[in-house]
């Protein structure tokens, strides 16, 4: 039944334009949790009804443009079948979350210098369980990278931008679920940098001890108090904007937290997000408020009760989401006049 399953996958591959491999490219996968740029945008444009890759997030759409969307369909081959385990001096500067260009697949649209790629939302210090897709499985070391202080997202990737030794290193960690499936993965816990705040990237390498095929990705993600929660999936910013956040105090033991992110702007007007997390104890009922920094004035806003008096904003949960389990999130949503705030001013969270 396995086999079965197997070779559906790769009838469907072959009917979507995905091109086989030579003999010594075997190993395929990519870093999850958190996302790589391929998995997220993969995750962004394909059209789950044709299979179609539509990428709607800005970087997804400028990376396809430029690579092609084998790119996506490809989403796990970000591999050199001759790396050894090398990174710098082996890749170029600039051409590190494309595995260079001597790969199988052209994925140099990934090394663009941009503000709004998809992001994952992590708080610093905090112990998280990082998962990489097992698309094939092989034995071998993942190590993780991560960018130093004053990291500028603009400009493609360096070598000198990452600290010099992996944070988080691992050898044939734990995997569920089967080879060739989008679910299963490699997975294992880990602590994230100490003292990092804002935005940085993760870079992730997994060199196979069986052979000498190496896979290489990048994840950004923002030091924010999240708990790996994913922006700028299935969003269509007008122009490349950075996506400014504000976070409450992560909570511990009971209450909650908000954490507030700017989704798109344009003249005149915003979207934003807000997302509320409970603690080590489940909420059961909650309300966000803050101020603005400016003129700003509240438009409408989704799944919750929005009211506005001056600068001041407070959302209380609808009865469908009052209810944030132990560790969880929920979100709501809402559209601002005025120029988009980089961040709001006395944002909180009120357990009921």
């Given at each position: 039944?396995?086999?079965?399953?197997?070779?559906?996958?790769l009838l469907f591959a072959a009917?979507?334009?995905i091109v086989a491999l030579p003999g010594a490219a075997e190993a395929h996968g990519a870093l999850q949790m958190p996302g790589s740029r391929t998995w997220l945008c993969y995750q962004d444009g394909r059209n789950p009804n044709t299979g179609a890759i539509e990428p709607k997030n800005a970087a997804c759409a400028a990376a396809v443009a430029q690579s092609g969307t084998n790119s996506l369909y490809n989403w796990f081959a970000v591999l050199r079948s001759d790396g050894a385990g090398r990174v710098s001096g082996f890749l170029p500067d600039g051409q590190l979350c494309s595995g260079g260009t001597g790969g199988p697949y052209n994925f140099t649209g990934f090394n663009l210098g941009r503000t709004d790629w998809p992001l994952t939302h992590l708080t610093s210090g905090a112990t998280v369980e990082f998962k990489y897709n097992n698309w094939a499985r092989h034995p071998g070391t993942f190590s993780l990278y991560i960018t130093k202080d004053?990291?500028?997202?603009?400009k493609p990737l360096a070598w000198s931008d990452l600290e010099p030794t992996p944070f988080d290193q691992v050898t044939n960690p734990a995997e569920t679920g089967g080879p060739g499936t989008d679910d299963g993965h490699y997975y294992w816990n880990g602590q994230l940098p100490a003292g990092k705040?804002?935005?940085?990237?993760?870079?992730?390498?997994?060199?196979?001890?069986?052979?000498?095929?190496?896979?290489?990705?990048?994840?950004?993600?923002?030091?924010?108090?999240?708990?790996?929660?994913v922006t700028g999936v299935g969003t269509t910013p007008s122009s490349p904007t950075p996506s400014a956040s504000t976070t409450?105090?992560?909570?511990?033991?009971?209450?909650?937290?908000?954490?507030?992110n700017i989704v798109s702007a344009w003249t005149g007007g915003f979207q934003a997000e807000v997302m509320v997390h409970a603690a080590e104890t489940a909420v059961n009922g909650w309300t966000v408020s803050w101020t603005w920094p400016g003129t700003q004035t509240l438009?409408?806003?989704?799944?919750?009760?929005a009211t506005s008096s001056g600068s001041l904003v407070s959302v209380a949960n609808e009865n469908w989401n009052a209810s944030v389990p132990a560790g969880?999130?929920?979100?709501?949503g809402l559209l601002g006049s005025g120029t988009a705030p980089p961040q709001v001013n006395n944002l909180t969270c009120t357990a009921a």
């Open positions: 039944m396995r086999k079965l399953r197997f070779l559906a996958v009917a979507v334009g004053g990291y500028d997202p603009t705040t804002g935005k940085h990237l993760i870079y992730s390498v997994w060199a196979r001890s069986d052979s000498q095929e190496t896979f290489y990705g990048c994840s950004d993600v923002i030091f924010d108090g999240g708990n790996g929660e409450t105090n992560p909570p511990s033991g009971a209450g909650c937290s908000a954490m507030y438009a409408s806003a989704w799944s919750g009760k969880g999130h929920v979100t709501f």
